[in-house]
């Protein structure tokens, strides 16, 4: 799930998007009004959450600049003004929700998936490559009539490649879009991931659609790679110990 966090406190948003993140939202910050309008208007984003106190300008121009503009991304307002007049203003400029600092996170992200449920761009929420389904409101993933559970960032991992499915993503690109900035980024953690998404999703059913492209990266094969009996690389993460095989 891709949002868009428009929010000048710089210690705020670092707050914000380190809980989002683990929520399995992909979160991009913007600093300013100015900033966050051109990335709300150019962007490809599932939800907004919008400070109304920026730079440049103000939440309530942003949020009706951005419904002038004919975008129907649900918006969240998340601001300390809580008076019944602010907040009335939020949701005539065109805000889905509104919500006052302080509040429990809990609730906020119990919203945004409200908001995200109810839906607010054309179109499912949830995407099918093959017969692997993918639902972002629920961070669930089925094959045919299994649901299978996992965690918020091996949803992460698979959401980046199954929108992308049939061409190769760099690793870099994948830790990109799932870890924040400063958080630890080394490749085997991604490669512990990969190896958890092919025990779940490919080898109970006999698939091997998540492909390593050797020195490149990963790539999502719809139709489960070249043999549906075929079992995907076995990877650092999966051998055995004193295994020699070599890792994703």
Not at 36 to 64: E, K, M, P, Q, T
Not at 125 to 136: K, M, S
Not at 158 to 187: D, Y
Not at 237 to 245: E, H, I, K, N, V
């Amino acid at each position: 799930m891709r949002l868009l966090l428009i929010e000048s406190s710089v210690r705020s948003a670092n707050a914000l998007r380190q809980g989002l993140t683990a929520e399995g939202f992909h979160t991009e910050w913007a600093p300013d009004g100015h900033s966050g309008l051109r990335r709300a208007l150019h962007g490809d984003h599932d939800v907004i959450v919008l400070d109304i106190l920026l730079a440049g300008l103000n939440g309530y121009d942003v949020c009706s600049r951005i419904r002038a503009a004919g975008r129907t991304t649900p918006i969240l307002i998340l601001t300390a003004k809580g008076g019944e007049h602010d907040i009335a203003e939020g949701l005539e400029r065109g805000a889905d929700d509104y919500l006052v600092k302080p509040f429990g996170f809990v609730v906020l992200v119990a919203r945004l998936r409200a908001l995200l449920r109810r839906g607010g761009r054309p179109g499912p929420a949830e995407w099918q490559v093959g017969d692997l389904r993918v639902d972002p409101v629920s961070m669930t993933a089925w094959r045919g009539g299994t649901a299978i559970e996992l965690t918020a960032k091996e949803f992460s991992v698979l959401a980046c490649l199954t929108r992308q499915a049939e061409r190769v993503v760099t690793k870099p690109e994948i830790m990109e879009r799932v870890w924040e900035k400063g958080a630890s980024r080394q490749a085997n953690l991604l490669e512990v991931h990969i190896s958890a998404l092919r025990r779940k999703i490919d080898r109970p059913f006999r698939r091997s659609s998540i492909v390593t492209v050797r020195g490149a990266g990963y790539k999502f094969v719809a139709g489960g790679g070249p043999s549906p009996d075929a079992r995907p690389a076995t990877t650092a993460a999966d051998s055995p110990p004193g295994a020699s095989t070599p890792g994703p």
